[in-house]
């Protein structure tokens, strides 16, 4: 393959008269345009050849194509690729090149047929898959639509409101329930694959099978007065879920003109509004993300030596709380062997308890079967000493937070369990080095801080020190990745990533009461930002415990840059902590449902008088705006210093631990990737300003300083960062 090029197609004529052309472009047959281009020339070719009565398509190495290639939309976006004429590939390729064609075409699908994938397989007249394949139009999840004409054929052949929920969810079908829908015709072996589908093709051209146009057909459609007010109702979903996201409803556009006005308007519609969402800011952010969760895994120095994971066969997990059992929850979910340590059996009882929880509440909705229950809690064992660990391979220490007790635990397992097994601790504040003190270990002392629930939340931050070996990352990468957590490797310090960029957003939202805002207002305007809820509510549900002990741990180590404010600790004083205790910034009632308390007046009045602050009158009427600006540039200003300090290795490894970790949206790109789409140079003379009112809370870090006065991107890589990784 030429370098310049990125992946081809190659046509193969048999002696029985069918062209099988075939998709190449590792790792997952995506559809460049140098591949998109190769296949209608091999179209062509195979059209006006007279040996040829039939086409069928397939992917290479047991893949059919896993779409687009999304890295086209980047080109486009950046100006490095003109975009092809409106319509080229769906309607003069995809419906006038291919499906219109005097010869038939088969798709052979294999392994994954996603977005234009499984649209080009749906412009051939009939699709033969294997029993694993996935099927599915996730482009909307991307900030794209289908836009090879899914919007027009699915409908066609699952009816409108199948096809309406694996657009607007994403979520692909298997094979066999591809089969009952009608998108796919036949399910056969591997093994059986090609010459079922050639067979087909060639009953096609004798007519012993119907040659079926997708696009054309209209059995599966309902009547128009239905179909309108399904796609009503579908619009308001959409507005309810996804606010701030345009392309959904523009897709639900696309859609809606090819029932009202037929296929061709359709497609032309498609492809109209396909061109136009590539430029949204949105999908600008949706792009940025898929590439960048990818790029968590890959660690200069340590996932380019070539090193293979090692085989993990058996964990020890310390602790059964809350994080330990979470934690033992989703390794035995991943058929991970665990044996969970406590101190006493009444622990032990009650952490083994937590996980039973855990599964049985899957066993409730439904998406864990009871025998699947009783199989992954056989896999996990309890103990009160630390003979079992003779033999296991990694420990995850999730006691609470107390130095001298980790050191003790870790000085423990240096004892008794093998020289090769990785000793993880899920610290989210204590130095790793300080744990390690008593032992000589330090190259296979790791940080593994996951997110509560440990089963739930998809973040995981691998924490290595100066001395942890690489190999131990590797094989904490690879852990993560079979309990399908997104891994951000991050340097030792005080809060790592997720934590230290969180806390600056609490406290300037203290602030802003303490002055005057209103709390109420705050977090209905960082809701509509896209955050899952406001730092109030999200404080309530953390219990606030958990707020002052986290809040020490920065006042101690970070105490020019804190804002202490007592309205939480006052709270505490009372009683109220937060949603445990049915009262805090909310009052909840039976469901657990917020609603505002006119008491918590008199705590902000209160703590007011305690820090000498004064009601500020511009601050009390600030727009929505301003309020998302006063909460996430001390944010920004924080991750500034992460990445600055060499915590982070890559800005986008932060936009990862922003959006995984905190909640930040998406389809904002994370935080640094909205920061330099706001521009660098206006958050540094609005924190610079700020700092000037108000103090040193806002004060814009060196790095912030530097690249704000330039107006140079937040993103752009540390040249010569203090590294500490
Ligand atoms: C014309 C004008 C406009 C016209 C208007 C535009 C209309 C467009 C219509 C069509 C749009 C689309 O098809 S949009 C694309 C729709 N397809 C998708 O969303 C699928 C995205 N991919 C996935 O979900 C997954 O990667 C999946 C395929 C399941 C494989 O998962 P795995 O865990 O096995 O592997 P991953 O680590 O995710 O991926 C392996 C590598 O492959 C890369 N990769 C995966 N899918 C890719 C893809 N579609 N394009 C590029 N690269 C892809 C990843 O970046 C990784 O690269 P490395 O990290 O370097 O190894």
């Given at each position: 393959?030429?370098?310049?090029?990125?992946?081809?197609?190659?046509?193969?004529?048999?002696?029985?008269g069918?062209?099988?052309?075939?998709?190449?472009n590792?790792?997952?047959?995506?559809?460049?345009?140098?591949v998109?281009?190769?296949?209608?020339?091999?179209?062509?070719?195979?059209?006006?050849?007279?040996?040829?009565k039939?086409?069928?398509?397939?992917?290479?190495k047991?893949k059919?194509?896993?779409?687009?290639?999304?890295?086209?939309?980047?080109?486009?976006?950046?100006g490095?690729?003109?975009?092809?004429?409106?319509?080229?590939?769906?309607?003069d390729?995809?419906?006038d090149l291919?499906e219109?064609?005097?010869?038939?075409?088969?798709a052979?699908?294999?392994?994954?047929?996603?977005?234009?994938?499984?649209?080009?397989?749906?412009?051939?007249?009939?699709?033969?898959?294997?029993?694993?394949?996935q099927?599915?139009?996730?482009?909307?999840q991307?900030?794209?639509?289908p836009?090879?004409?899914?919007?027009?054929?699915?409908?066609?052949?699952?009816?409108?409101?199948?096809?309406?929920?694996?657009?607007?969810?994403?979520?692909?079908?298997?094979?066999?329930e591809?089969h009952?829908?009608?998108?796919?015709?036949?399910?056969?072996p591997?093994?059986?694959?090609?010459t079922?589908?050639?067979?087909?093709?060639?009953?096609?051209?004798?007519?012993?099978?119907?040659?079926?146009?997708?696009?054309?057909?209209?059995?599966?459609?309902?009547?128009l007065?239905?179909?309108?007010?399904?796609?009503?109702?579908?619009?308001?979903?959409?507005?309810?879920?996804?606010?701030?996201?345009?392309?959904?409803?523009?897709?639900?556009?696309?859609l809606e003109?090819?029932?009202?006005?037929?296929?061709?308007?359709?497609l032309?519609?498609?492809a109209e509004?396909?061109?136009?969402?590539?430029?949204?800011d949105?999908?600008?952010?949706?792009i940025?993300?898929f590439?960048s969760?990818?790029g968590?895994?890959?660690?200069?120095?340590?996932?380019?030596?070539?090193?293979?994971?090692?085989?993990?066969k058996?964990?020890?997990?310390?602790?059964?709380?809350?994080?330990g059992?979470?934690?033992?929850?989703?390794?035995?979910?991943?058929?991970?062997?665990?044996?969970?340590?406590?101190?006493?059996e009444k622990?032990?009882e009650?952490?083994?308890?937590?996980?039973?929880?855990?599964?049985?509440s899957?066993?409730?909705?439904?998406?864990?079967?009871?025998?699947?229950?009783?199989?992954?809690?056989?896999?996990?064992?309890?103990?009160l000493?630390?003979?079992?660990?003779?033999?296991?391979d990694?420990?995850?220490?999730?006691?609470i937070?107390?130095?001298?007790?980790?050191?003790?635990?870790?000085?423990?397992?240096?004892?008794?369990?093998?020289?090769?097994?990785?000793?993880?601790?899920?610290?989210?504040?204590?130095?790793?080095n300080?744990?390690?003190?008593?032992?000589?270990?330090?190259?296979?002392?790791?940080g593994?801080?996951?997110?509560?629930?440990?089963?739930?939340?998809?973040?995981l931050?691998?924490?290595?020190?100066?001395?942890?070996?690489?190999?131990?990352?590797v094989?904490?990468?690879?852990?993560?990745?079979?309990?399908?957590?997104?891994?951000?490797?991050?340097?030792?310090?005080?809060?790592?990533?997720?934590?230290?960029?969180?806390?600056?957003?609490?406290?300037a939202?203290?602030?802003?009461v303490?002055?005057?805002?209103?709390?109420?207002?705050i977090?209905?305007a960082?809701?509509?930002?896209?955050?899952?809820?406001?730092?109030?509510?999200?404080?309530?549900l953390?219990?606030?415990?958990?707020?002052?002990a986290?809040?020490?741990?920065?006042?101690?180590n970070?105490?020019?840059?804190?804002?202490?404010?007592?309205?939480i600790?006052?709270?505490?004083?009372?009683k109220?902590?937060?949603?445990a205790?049915?009262?805090?910034?909310?009052?909840?009632?039976?469901?657990r449902?917020?609603?505002?308390?006119?008491?918590?007046k008199?705590?902000i009045?209160?703590?007011?008088?305690?820090?000498?602050?004064?009601?500020?009158?511009?601050?009390?009427?600030?727009?929505?705006?301003e309020?998302?600006e006063?909460?996430?540039?001390?944010?920004?200003?924080?991750?500034?210093?992460?990445?600055?300090?060499?915590?982070?290795?890559?800005?986008?490894?932060?936009?990862?631990?922003?959006?995984?970790?905190?909640?930040?949206?998406?389809?904002?790109?994370?935080?640094?990737?909205?920061?330099?789409s706001?521009?660098?140079?206006?958050?540094?003379?609005?924190?610079?300003?700020?700092?000037?009112?108000y103090?040193?809370?806002?004060?814009?870090?060196?790095f912030?300083?530097e690249?704000?006065?330039?107006?140079?991107?937040?993103?752009?890589?540390?040249?010569?960062?203090?590294?500490?990784?």
């Amino acid at each position: 393959m030429d370098s310049r090029t990125k992946g081809k197609t190659v046509m193969e004529v048999g002696s029985d008269g069918v062209a099988v052309i075939t998709l190449i472009n590792p790792p997952v047959n995506s559809l460049s345009f140098d591949v998109l281009y190769n296949l209608k020339s091999n179209y062509e070719e195979a059209l006006s050849r007279n040996d040829v009565k039939a086409i069928v398509i397939t992917g290479a190495k047991g893949k059919f194509s896993g779409g687009f290639d999304i890295s086209g939309f980047g080109e486009i976006q950046k100006g490095t690729r003109k975009e092809p004429k409106v319509g080229y590939i769906s309607i003069d390729i995809l419906t006038d090149l291919l499906e219109a064609a005097r010869k038939p075409s088969v798709a052979a699908i294999d392994g994954l047929a996603l977005g234009g994938g499984l649209e080009l397989s749906m412009a051939c007249h009939a699709r033969i898959s294997t029993p694993g394949a996935q099927l599915g139009l996730p482009e909307l999840q991307l900030g794209v639509i289908p836009g090879f004409g899914g919007t027009q054929r699915l409908p066609r052949l699952v009816g409108l409101t199948k096809a309406l929920e694996m657009i607007l969810t994403s979520k692909p079908v298997r094979a066999e329930e591809g089969h009952s829908l009608g998108l796919i015709d036949a399910v056969v072996p591997s093994a059986e694959l090609l010459t079922t589908a050639r067979r087909w093709a060639l009953d096609i051209v004798e007519r012993r099978k119907p040659w079926i146009s997708s696009v054309l057909k209209t059995d599966k459609l309902p009547p128009l007065g239905e179909a309108r007010e399904i796609l009503k109702f579908a619009r308001g979903q959409t507005r309810k879920q996804a606010p701030n996201m345009k392309h959904p409803l523009m897709c639900l556009d696309a859609l809606e003109t090819g029932i009202v006005s037929g296929p061709r308007a359709g497609l032309e519609k498609e492809a109209e509004v396909g061109s136009q969402v590539i430029s949204l800011d949105t999908t600008k952010g949706l792009i940025h993300v898929f590439f960048s969760q990818r790029g968590t895994v890959k660690v200069p120095g340590v996932t380019d030596r070539g090193l293979i994971p090692r085989k993990i066969k058996k964990v020890a997990i310390i602790g059964g709380g809350l994080m330990g059992s979470g934690i033992a929850t989703a390794l035995i979910l991943s058929n991970y062997p665990v044996i969970l340590k406590e101190v006493n059996e009444k622990f032990l009882e009650a952490g083994i308890g937590r996980v039973k929880a855990n599964l049985q509440s899957r066993v409730r909705k439904g998406s864990m079967s009871k025998e699947k229950f009783e199989k992954t809690m056989s896999l996990l064992k309890g103990s009160l000493d630390y003979e079992s660990f003779r033999d296991v391979d990694m420990v995850i220490e999730a006691v609470i937070e107390n130095i001298s007790l980790k050191q003790q635990i870790f000085a423990d397992l240096e004892k008794y369990c093998p020289q090769h097994c990785i000793l993880a601790s899920n610290t989210s504040t204590i130095d790793l080095n300080k744990i390690g003190e008593r032992t000589k270990s330090q190259d296979r002392i790791v940080g593994a801080h996951f997110f509560s629930p440990a089963h739930v939340m998809p973040l995981l931050e691998i924490v290595r020190t100066n001395h942890t070996s690489a190999q131990v990352i590797v094989d904490l990468l690879d852990v993560g990745k079979k309990i399908k957590k997104t891994p951000v490797v991050v340097g030792n310090c005080t809060g790592f990533a997720v934590n230290r960029m969180f806390f600056p957003y609490t406290q300037a939202a203290m602030f802003l009461v303490e002055r005057g805002a209103d709390p109420y207002l705050i977090d209905s305007a960082v809701s509509k930002f896209g955050m899952p809820m406001g730092p109030f509510r999200l404080c309530d549900l953390v219990g606030f415990g958990v707020a002052i002990a986290t809040a020490t741990q920065f006042i101690e180590n970070f105490p020019e840059r804190t804002y202490k404010s007592m309205i939480i600790p006052l709270m505490q004083e009372d009683k109220r902590a937060g949603e445990a205790t049915r009262k805090g910034f909310y009052l909840y009632d039976d469901k657990r449902k917020a609603k505002p308390d006119p008491e918590l007046k008199k705590y902000i009045e209160k703590a007011r008088s305690m820090s000498g602050a004064n009601v500020d009158p511009k601050l009390v009427k600030l727009s929505e705006k301003e309020i998302i600006e006063m909460t996430f540039f001390p944010v920004v200003n924080e991750a500034c210093r992460v990445f600055a300090e060499g915590i982070a290795v890559k800005a986008a490894d932060l936009d990862i631990a922003a959006i995984f970790g905190m909640g930040f949206p998406p389809y904002r790109g994370g935080i640094m990737f909205w920061a330099d789409s706001i521009g660098s140079k206006y958050i540094y003379s609005r924190l610079d300003e700020w700092s000037k009112t108000y103090g040193d809370f806002f004060k814009p870090c060196a790095f912030l300083a530097e690249r704000g006065s330039k107006g140079a991107p937040l993103s752009a890589p540390v040249e010569q960062a203090r590294s500490r990784l």
